[in-house]
């Protein structure tokens, strides 16, 4: 581990990779990476999938998916950590010491919880619950101080800072507060209905997804809601907008737009066009690295394997000095 604070992060494997997870957080994951100003560990978070009781062999697949989605999105297993989580025994066992000091009064104010809880009311299991436990565990196991996310995530992470204060206070100072890190855009909206945040809950029509071929993009985008809905949908255009500005590195042409946005002269018959064609040559390159990773899954599985040996390391270190905190012997 080199001497620079650690930033952790991870992803669910849940379903595909859209731009909202992409410009609320991958693409500055790889920035933060490629700054060279920390140590980057960055994890497919495939115990969290397990709470919504995805299938046995679409959970596989989902876990293989997001590691291709985020090597082929820039996360660089030579710069980076880059692992899955359940092959680091140490989340799961921390997150049990946390369990033992977080108040379940707590855990019933987070709002995913009870979103969730309302979504799959025939299965509110114990691990939905403790979700935000286990992704406390994720972040303090690798003593991290920075976690960059999406707007969706600050609750959880608020979670982590109280989980790390509780820890402190009991048995004396041990972990930093985390903080987020946030990017221009850390809540994309559906296309679809731009009251909601784009998810891949709201089904794919909602977002964009990474994998998206330049016709559904044309189409999606062609049909996204703008402000048309009497604000009923919410901000439609001002989020296409955020997509175009987060695509293309052309302030110029961005402020041109944002002015006729805010004079009620934006042209949507030219503006959609161009927003599906920025992102499609932004999407392409990351296209065809996804392409060259299908073709060596080996490949992929030795760098989770190796990521979780280092990842591994961290965090066992973590745990004993945990254990001799609290007492266990
Ligand atoms: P997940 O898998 O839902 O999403 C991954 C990342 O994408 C961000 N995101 C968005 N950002 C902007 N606009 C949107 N519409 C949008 N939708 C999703 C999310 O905020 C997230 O940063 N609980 C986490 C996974 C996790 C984690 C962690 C994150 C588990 N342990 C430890 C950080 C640290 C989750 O469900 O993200």
Not at 55 to 66: A, R, T, V
Not at 143 to 160: C, Y
Not at 204 to 233: C, F, L, Q, R, W
Not at 301 to 328: C, D, F, N, P, Q
Request: hydrophobic share 40%.
């Amino acid at each position: 581990m080199n001497n620079h604070p650690t930033i952790f992060s991870g992803i669910k494997a849940t379903g595909k990779m859209h731009v909202g997870n992409y410009l609320g957080a991958i693409k500055n994951w790889v920035t933060l990476q490629n700054s060279g100003q920390y140590q980057t560990i960055y994890s497919v978070v495939d115990l969290h999938s397990l709470t919504i009781g995805i299938p046995k062999k679409e959970l596989s697949e989902n876990i293989m998916d997001m590691a291709m989605d985020l090597l082929a999105a820039g996360v660089d297993p030579e710069k980076s950590i880059f692992f899955i989580q359940s092959h680091v025994k140490e989340h799961a066992e921390l997150t049990w010491i946390l369990n033992c000091i977080l108040p379940v009064a707590e855990l019933e104010k987070m709002t995913q919880y009870k979103d969730k809880a309302k979504q799959h009311k025939d299965n509110i299991n114990m691990g939905l619950f403790d979700y935000p436990a286990l992704m406390a565990a994720d972040i303090l196991v690798y003593r991290a101080t920075a976690v960059p996310v999406g707007e969706d995530q600050e609750q959880h992470v608020e979670l982590a800072r109280k989980a790390a204060r509780k820890f402190n206070n009991r048995w004396g100072q041990y972990f930093e507060e985390p903080a987020t890190i946030r990017t221009k855009t850390p809540r994309l909206m559906a296309l679809n209905d731009p009251s909601k945040k784009m998810s891949k809950d709201l089904g794919p029509k909602s977002y964009i997804a990474m994998n998206d071929s330049p016709e559904e993009i044309k189409d999606k985008i062609s049909k996204a809601v703008t402000d048309t809905g009497g604000g009923k949908h919410g901000n439609g255009g001002k989020n296409l907008l955020d997509l175009f500005e987060m695509f293309v590195d052309d302030e110029q042409i961005t402020t041109k737009f944002r002015e006729d946005y805010k004079n009620g002269e934006l042209q949507y018959a030219k503006f959609k066009p161009m927003l599906a064609n920025v992102i499609i040559s932004a999407l392409k390159p990351i296209q065809e690295r996804r392409r060259e990773l299908e073709k060596n899954p080996d490949y992929v599985l030795e760098v989770l394997r190796a990521g979780a040996s280092r990842a591994r390391a961290i965090a066992a270190e973590t745990m004993k000095e945990v254990k001799e905190k609290v007492g266990l012997i």
